[in-house]
């Protein structure tokens, strides 16, 4: 929950629209140009988000009431899907720096009305006495400081050292630059994506008192980076 209600499957999509909405190279990226979700209703973008985050809320508010006392619920955040593109990148030229900006920042603000979620249901967890917790990780990819100005002018996004244009993307290429792929697989996991997300989840469930087994984590694979 979260990514398609917020419209990743819309914005792969509008990479291949190739009239002047679309996101391009040469379109302007009217899906994400407001900031709102990727929809293309002319709604207020922070109302937008913020039905998305009471959606959240409610829905993590649920798990935790429903969940056995002391357990722990455990939620990623999305990975930012492009890094910042060195060379010629073959997603930069077909899709353009400033709307992979877009995109960027559209995943940023999907992350941050998730975090913002989950402070609402850990709050309600308190006030209900719940002993069950709620932990959001992130994809272990990304600090937060990993900002740029060098995809949007004058606008601070976040970028993916690891995205597409970086090096070992975690997400899918967009699906008709990869073989026997389609555009509903772009943005997925990669296998290293994948790999990354199981590593920080585990690295959180070996942290928990309550846990009896140990995780050789060097041995599984996991990055450090």
Known sequence: MGGNDAGFGEVA???YDLGPAGCHAGGSCQILRDG???NGKRDDPAEEWKELEQRL???YEVTLTMMKPRSHLYVLEYPIPFAVPIGRCRDSIAIGRRNIGYINRFAGILDETIQKAAAAAISF???HQRSSRLHVLAWG????SNTTTALLPNVAVPFNPHGLCGDRPVVQD???FSPNRTVSDSFHPTATGVLRAACVVARAVSAQDIVRAEYDLDEQGCPSD
Do not use: W
């Open 125 to 127: 967890a308190v006030r």
């Open 174 to 176: 967009f699906g008709p």
């Open 57 to 59: 809320t409610n829905a």
């Open 13 to 15: 999509g509008a990479v």
């Open 141 to 144: 990819t990304r600090e937060a």
């Open 36 to 38: 709102g979700l990727a």
